[in-house]
C-alpha cells in the first residue's frame, strides 16, 4: 500500500468574487472587466468540483478566503478613520485599490505557494513556501494571510515547514505551484521538481509580464532542500506568455510521471525533455504527451484551458483522468483532440468536465483553484483535520455559502460599507465551520 496520495487543497471563493480587470496578460480578465459576478454561483460551482474528486475516493482539502477588503492596503495608501470613512474616500479617490482590495484572488490556490513533499527534501519535512505574487498589486497582498492560513493547517514543525516568502522584489517574482511540476513513480517516490519561469532577473521583456523568475525557482529550491540533480529549471516560452499563458498551469500539467503540454509551452522543449530524464535518472520513465499546434492551436488552448486541467490518479482506474473545464467540451478543437486522446492507449484515460465558468471568467481554471500537497498518512494524521472535507463538510459549506453571499455582485457594490460588513460574517461562518476561528 501506498504511504502517500496527494491531496487537493482548493481555494474556497470568497464572498468578493469579482470582475476587477485587474490582471495584465489574462485575457479572461481584461475581456470580463467590470462584468456582474455571482460570488454564491461561483462558490457553489468550486465546492461541487470538491465534491467530485471526494465521490472519486480522493482526498480533497480546503482554504478558507482571505478577509476582504483588505483594509490594510487602504490604509497604507493613507486612506484613516472608520472602516466605512476609509471605503467610502477609496472608492471616491482611488476605485482601482479598493477593486484590489476586494480581490477574491487567493481562490487559485495553485499561486498559494510552491510545495515539496517530504520525500524529495533533504530534512524529510512537506516544504511550503508562500508565493510573493509580487507581479499584480492585487495579489501580492495574499502571502501574509496565505503563510498565516498555512501556519494553522500545517502547524507541527516537527513534520512541515511554512517558509516566510521570497522577497517582494521583481527580481523574485514568484506564482507558486502554477509553475511548478513534481514527476514521480508513484506519489510517496522521491521525484523530480520541473520550475518553470518567464524570465531571467534584471531581464527586461516587451508584451505581457513574465510573472516568475530563473531566481525565485533556484531559492525555493534552494531552501526547500531538494537535492540539485532532481530539480530542473526550465523557461516557459514568450510566444506562450504573449498568447495570454500568464502562468505555466495553463499550457501544462503534469502527474505521477506523465507531463501533458502544448507544443508551445517551453522555449525549448526538446532540452526541457532532456533534462528531465536526465533527472529522472532510474526514478521513473518520463511519458510527455505533447499536443501539437496543428491539433490544438495555441489560441484554442488558450480559451479553452484543456491544461488548466487536474491530472488524477483515480481509484480503481488503471489510467489518468484529466478533470478539464467544460469550455474544453465546448471548443470543437479542443474537444476532437480530447476523444482521441482517450482513445489512444497512453498514460491518460479519462476526460471530466466540470463547470467552473465563474472562475474561468477571471482566468482560472480546475487546476488554478487547487493546490497540491502530496502527504503521507502521518502527515495526513498531523495537519488539522477541520479542513478535510467528507459531502458531509461540503454541504454545510454550500448551505452557509448560500446564506451569506450574494448572487449578484456588480463593480458599483464594491462603494458600499455595508458590503464589507456582509464580507466578514461570510468568512467568520466559514472558519468556524472549518474550525479555523483563530485567523478570523
Ligand atoms: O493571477 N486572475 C488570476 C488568475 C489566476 C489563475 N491561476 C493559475 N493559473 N494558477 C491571475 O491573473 C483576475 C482578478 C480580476 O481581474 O478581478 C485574477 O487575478
Request: aromatic share 6%.
Amino acid at each position: 500500500m501506498s504511504i502517500a496520495c496527494e491531496v487537493n487543497f482548493d481555494g474556497l471563493i470568497g464572498p468578493s468574487h469579482n470582475y476587477g480587470g485587474l490582471s495584465d496578460g489574462n485575457l479572461a480578465s481584461a475581456r470580463n472587466a467590470g462584468d456582474i459576478s455571482n460570488p454564491r454561483e461561483a462558490a457553489v460551482q468550486g465546492l461541487e468540483k470538491m465534491r467530485t474528486l471526494v465521490r472519486a475516493g480522493l482526498v480533497q482539502g480546503v482554504l478558507p478566503p482571505l478577509a476582504r477588503p483588505n483594509f490594510d492596503l487602504l490604509v497604507a495608501a493613507g486612506f484613516a478613520g472608520s472602516d466605512s470613512d476609509i471605503i467610502g474616500a477609496a472608492a471616491r479617490r482611488a476605485p482601482q485599490l479598493l477593486k484590489a482590495a476586494y480581490s477574491a484572488s487567493a481562490m487559485w490556490a495553485a499561486n498559494a505557494a510552491t510545495v515539496s513533499p517530504s520525500a524529495d527534501t533533504a530534512d524529510g519535512r512537506l516544504h511550503f513556501t508562500p508565493a510573493n505574487l509580487s507581479t499584480m498589486l492585487h495579489r501580492s497582498l495574499e502571502h501574509p494571510d496565505t503563510t498565516a492560513t498555512l501556519i494553522s493547517i500545517f502547524a507541527d514543525e516537527e513534520r512541515f515547514a511554512v517558509h516566510g516568502a521570497l522577497p517582494a522584489h521583481a527580481d523574485f517574482a514568484d506564482e507558486g505551484a502554477a509553475n511548478h511540476v513534481r514527476l514521480s513513480a508513484e506519489h510517496d517516490a522521491p521525484g523530480v521538481e520541473l520550475f518553470v519561469y518567464g524570465r531571467d532577473t534584471g531581464e527586461a521583456l516587451a508584451g505581457f509580464p513574465a510573472r516568475q523568475t530563473r531566481l525565485a525557482s533556484e531559492a525555493i529550491a534552494r531552501a526547500h532542500g531538494l537535492a540539485m540533480p532532481h530539480a530542473v529549471f526550465a523557461r516557459q516560452a514568450h510566444r506562450a506568455i504573449a498568447s495570454g499563458a500568464f502562468h505555466n498551469d495553463v499550457v501544462c500539467v503534469g502527474a505521477l510521471d506523465t507531463l501533458f503540454f502544448h507544443e508551445h509551452a517551453f522555449e525549448d522543449t526538446a532540452a526541457t525533455l532532456k533534462a528531465l530524464r536526465q533527472a529522472a535518472d532510474g526514478r521513473f520513465e518520463l511519458k510527455p504527451v505533447m499536443v501539437a499546434d496543428t491539433e490544438v492551436p495555441l489560441a484554442d488552448a488558450m480559451s479553452s484551458y484543456l491544461f488548466n486541467s487536474q491530472l488524477l490518479q483515480v481509484p480503481g482506474e488503471d489510467r489518468l483522468v484529466l478533470v478539464a473545464p467544460t469550455e474544453t467540451r465546448d471548443t470543437p478543437s479542443v474537444h476532437a483532440y480530447c476523444e482521441r486522446l482517450v482513445q489512444s492507449n497512453g498514460p491518460i484515460g479519462r476526460v471530466l468536465y466540470v463547470d467552473v465558468r465563474q472562475s474561468m471568467r477571471n482566468g482560472g481554471g480546475p487546476a488554478c483553484l487547487r493546490l497540491r500537497v502530496v502527504m503521507t498518512v502521518a502527515e495526513l494524521a498531523a495537519c488539522h483535520a477541520g479542513v478535510l472535507l467528507d459531502e458531509e463538510l461540503i454541504d454545510e459549506l454550500q448551505a452557509s455559502v448560500r446564506l451569506t453571499y450574494r448572487d449578484r455582485l456588480s463593480p458599483g457594490d464594491l462603494a458600499d460599507p455595508a458590503f464589507a460588513d456582509e464580507c466578514r460574517l461570510a468568512r467568520e461562518a466559514i472558519l468556524d465551520i472549518l474550525d479555523l476561528e483563530a485567523l478570523a
